[in-house]
Nanobody, 123 residues
Framework: EQLVESGGGLVQAGGSLRLSCTGS????????MAWWRQPPGKGREFVAC????????LYADSVKGRFTISRDNAKNTLYLQMNGMKSEDTAVYYC?????????????????WGQGTQVTVSS
């Protein structure tokens, strides 16, 4: 399954970016979707997840109140609106498909990954 992210780039601290991810209808019709990220020199970390029909969203504590995850199943698209960005948000951001319909923050509940998009926040 192919997931393709877009929208990454360079932004100043305090600024905003919106990431998008497109995928197959099979994925968007059946599974939770999430964003994970990998900061430079660190491991991958959970950012946010939305359940199959958007009834549940989960966020990492570090992004609560600043980031919003959403999906449009009719367009097979996942979004991440990032506001109030900080230098510690600098990372490669990955769109990830769940293997279940419910939202999760556990790596074992996810399958296909996109290629990633770089987000850099300058201070």
């Amino acid at each position: 399954e192919q997931l393709v992210e877009s929208g990454g780039g360079l932004v100043q601290a305090g600024g905003s970016l919106r990431l998008s991810c497109t995928g197959s209808g099979r994925i968007f019709s059946n599974y939770a979707m999430a964003w994970w990220r990998q900061p430079p020199g660190k491991g991958r970390e959970f950012v946010a997840c939305v359940s199959w029909l958007s009834e549940t969203t989960l966020y990492a504590d570090s992004v609560k109140g600043r980031f919003t995850i959403s999906r449009d199943n009719a367009k097979n698209t996942l979004y991440l609106q990032m506001n109030g960005m900080k230098s510690e948000d600098t990372a490669v951001y990955y769109c990830v498909a769940g293997v279940r319909r419910r939202a999760s923050d556990q790596l074992s509940d996810f399958g296909a990954w996109g290629q990633g998009t770089q987000v850099t926040v300058s201070s």
